[in-house]
């Protein structure tokens, strides 16, 4: 097992999983021109990076939640263009997990951040002749907009599809709550709605003993989009992924909040730095 990267915020305990990296190529990637990008961030963008592909497991008091669970083997083939060449990924979520000491019967919920493929695909495994829940006892909750979309229901009446193996036979056995709004899971843990990646994104926020992190999702995918808030990927909402990012600086900001992205390899906060703003590993 690699080395794993467990924290503390307040009484919480906090891990990082990761299912593996994934290969990127931000010049196709990002809704930036090359005029913008080239005098600053020619090596960022001209060459492929490695990003991971985090889930992370917080543990506190009653709650076992895990945001986002990727089954990287399954979803990522050798001639994927998201592959590494001759890259072998860590062993899957639930492997990682019972390294902590943690079943996948333990788990009590699953936040899947927005409904892209490699925050979903592990939610379910195979069983018989179908998928059932990789962990069985939990409620597992996802934006209902991104439910709604037009794609993803036509993908669901394939019954072939990871869509209908995945977030479908959660939907069949009455597991997946699709959440339209602030939702709390507990004292110390909520759902916050942060639309823009997909119209149904969201992010977990907790807060324990003064201390606050936010797990964000695809709100942030590399640091340089801290210090740039209105570079993005091409397939976001530019108009809602502005305002979700405006009011999350203001509040990670205002709370001195850890951060935790999906595909930034470390935790960070972020700081003012002069008239702007940047990511710092925490």
């Known amino acids: 097992m690699r080395d794993m990267n467990v924290t503390r915020v307040g009484a919480a ?3 990082i999983l990761n299912a593996g990296d994934l290969r990127l190529l931000f010049s196709e990637e990002m809704a930036v021109p090359e005029s913008e990008w080239r005098p600053h961030y020619a090596d960022l963008f001209e060459r492929p990076v490695s990003c991971p592909s985090l889930s992370v497991y917080i543990e506190h008091e009653d709650v076992r939640l895990l945001v986002d669970a990727n089954d990287y083997r399954a979803t990522v083939a050798p001639d994927s263009p998201y592959a590494i060449a001759g890259y072998t990924p860590p062993p899957d979520i639930p492997a990682q997990l019972a390294s902590l000491g943690v ?12 409904a892209h493929w490699d925050h979903y695909a592990g939610v379910t495994r195979p ?16 934006g209902a907009a991104d439910w709604a979309d037009a794609e993803l ?6 019954q072939t599809s990871l869509e209908a193996r995945t977030l479908g036979a959660l ?20 759902i916050l709605p942060a639309p823009g990646e997909t119209p149904g994104h969201q992010i977990a926020r907790i807060h324990s003993e003064g201390e606050t992190l936010y797990v ?3 709100l942030f995918h590399h640091a340089v989009e801290v210090e740039h808030p209105d570079w993005m990927v ?10 979700t990012r405006r009011w999350l600086t203001r509040d990670a900001l205002a709370e001195r909040a850890k951060l935790i992205a999906a595909h930034i390899a470390t935790p960070g906060r972020i700081e003012r730095a002069g008239d702007g703003l940047r990511w710092k590993d925490a």
Do not use: C, N
């Open 153 to 158: 229901q036509t993908a669901l009446r394939d």
């Open 13 to 15: 305990r906090v891990a």
């Open 171 to 190: 939907q069949a056995r009455g597991i997946l709550r699709l959440v339209g709004e602030r939702e709390q899971i507990s004292d110390s843990v909520e």
């Open 234 to 243: 091409t397939w976001a909402s530019a108009g809602a992924m502005r305002e």
């Open 127 to 142: 069983a018989g002749d179908g998928f059932a829940p990789t962990f069985p006892r939990a409620r597992y909750f996802l």
């Open 216 to 218: 964000i999702g695809d």
């Open 103 to 114: 079943k996948p019967e333990d788990i009590s919920h699953v936040v899947i951040t927005h």
